[in-house]
C-alpha cells in the first residue's frame, strides 16, 4: 500500500495487520482519485471505515486540508494512528473511534465534508442495510456541503440504495464496484 500522487506520492503505508480491511489496488484508487482530482483541494472529508487510511491519507496528499478518520477495529485503529504519524498528518486530521451510526445521528455533531468515503465491511449491506440507509439521512440532514460527493465501494453482487442520494456515476472493478453519489436535492442545516 502506498499514497499514489501528491505531496507524499510513493510513500508507503502500514497495511492491514489482519482481514478486516479490504485495501483498495492501486489501479483502482488512481483511476477513482483521477475523476475526484478537481474536488479535492481544499475540500474536508469524511474517511467512514477507513482501515489504516489510504483513502483518507490520499485525499490529504492530493491537497485536501483536512480528513475525519472514522474506525473502531483496534488493529486497523493502531496501523491508521502509525500512517498519519508517519506522513505527519496529525494537525490536518482526526480519528473518531466510536461507532460513527452514532457520531453521525448525534444533534450536536455539526462537522461537514465536500467528500465521503463510504466503505462499509462488505457483510453491512446483507446484515445491516437499515444502519446504512439511517447513515445516508444523517449525512444528508448535518454533514454533506451542497455539492457533496459520496463514494460508496461494495460488492458487485450486492446493491443498496441510499435515501436522498442519486448516482452520478457506477465503476466496476472486479467483484468490486464504486458507485459516486450526490445530494438529489441539496439539504439545509436545521
Not at 42 to 63: H, K, N, P, Q, Y
Not at 116 to 121: A, E, G, H, I, T
Amino acid at each position: 500500500m502506498r499514497i499514489i500522487a501528491g505531496e507524499f506520492r510513493g510513500r508507503k503505508l502500514l497495511p492491514p495487520a489482519t482481514g478486516a480491511t479490504r485495501p483498495i489496488t492501486d489501479r483502482v484508487k488512481q483511476s477513482l482519485f483521477d475523476i475526484l482530482a478537481p474536488r479535492l483541494g481544499g475540500a474536508a472529508v469524511f474517511d467512514c471505515f477507513a482501515g489504516t487510511g489510504s483513502m483518507g491519507l490520499e485525499s490529504l496528499s492530493r491537497g485536501a486540508s483536512h480528513v475525519s478518520f472514522f474506525e473502531t477495529e483496534r488493529t486497523a485503529l493502531d496501523r491508521l494512528s502509525q500512517n498519519i504519524a508517519a506522513l505527519g498528518l496529525g494537525d490536518r486530521s482526526n480519528v473518531v473511534s466510536m461507532d460513527l451510526f452514532r457520531w453521525f445521528a448525534s444533534p450536536t455533531t455539526r462537522d461537514q465534508a465536500a467528500l465521503v468515503f463510504l466503505d462499509p465491511p462488505y457483510r453491512f449491506l446483507n446484515e445491516r442495510p437499515e444502519e446504512l440507509r439511517r447513515l445516508a439521512v444523517n449525512l444528508i440532514a448535518r454533514h454533506l456541503l451542497p455539492d457533496a460527493i459520496v463514494v460508496f465501494r461494495h460488492d458487485s453482487a450486492d446493491t443498496l440504495d441510499l435515501p436522498g442520494l442519486k448516482v452520478l456515476d457506477t465503476r466496476q472493478y472486479g467483484g468490486m464496484t464504486l458507485e459516486l453519489l450526490s445530494q438529489d436535492t441539496p439539504a439545509t442545516i436545521g
